[in-house]
Structures are given as structure tokens and as C-alpha cells.
């Protein structure tokens, strides 16, 4: 299976914007759906949005639909997660996932490899 390191999260501002990203070794990581999660203080872990093999088709949920884009470069293992106009509500821990069935799920048991997750803090 592959193994996943997500990088780039931290404290910010409402309205700021971060940039996550999730490198990926140890399989071949354009045969991977990649999807991105996040688990809010106190709450389950919800899908923020997911993107295809190629990188041509994303898929968000829609407090994130706007403000959030998915992005993928297969020539360096790594998908990325653009965050832009972000709110208290977006706090939370991130986590990369990868699956080869397909991209177009929420559910966190479709997916079967994830990273550690890193901490993303939006103050008010």
C-alpha cells in the first residue's frame, strides 16, 4: 500500500489562505483516487473532497465547493489541497487518503490508505 505524509498545515486567520500538501511512496501513485478528509475538534471525520487518477475531474463537499481546489502533480507523488477564504468552521485535523476504486465517495471506509494528518487552526 502506499504511505502518505500531509505537510503544510498551521494557525491562520479567517479569510487567509494554506496550501496542504500529501506526498505519497511506495506504490504507484497515479493508479490512485486521492481524497481528502478532516476531522473537526469533538466530531467525526468528514470528506472535504476527492479528485481522479489523471487529476481531470474533482469532487467537493459544499461548505468547501469555491474555496477549496484539489490538485494533483503524478510526476511528484503528491496532491495538494488549496485553501482559500477560510473559516473557524474549517479547524481540524487533514488527512490524505488514497483508494483505487474510485473518487467519487465521502465514505472514509472506501479508502484504504491515509496519512498521519496535520493540524489546521482558523481563528476568528
Known amino acids: 500500500q502506499v504511505q502518505l505524509v500531509e505537510s503544510g498545515g498551521g494557525l491562520v486567520q479567517a479569510g487567509d489562505s494554506l496550501r496542504l500538501s500529501c506526498e505519497a511512496s511506495g506504490g504507484t501513485f497515479s493508479s490512485y483516487y486521492m481524497g481528502w478528509f478532516r476531522q473537526p475538534p469533538g466530531k467525526e471525520r468528514e470528506f472535504v473532497g476527492s479528485i481522479t487518477r489523471s487529476g481531470d475531474t474533482t469532487y467537493y463537499t459544499d461548505s468547501v465547493k469555491d474555496r477549496f481546489t484539489i490538485s494533483r502533480d503524478n510526476a511528484k507523488n503528491t496532491v495538494y489541497l488549496q485553501m482559500n477564504s477560510l473559516k473557524p468552521e474549517d479547524t481540524g485535523v487533514y488527512y490524505c487518503?488514497?483508494?483505487?476504486?474510485?473518487?467519487?465517495?465521502?465514505?472514509?471506509?472506501?479508502?484504504?490508505?491515509w496519512g498521519q494528518g496535520t493540524q489546521v487552526t482558523v481563528s476568528s
Open positions: 487518503a488514497a483508494n483505487r476504486r474510485t473518487y467519487y465517495t465521502v465514505r472514509a471506509t472506501d479508502y484504504n490508505s
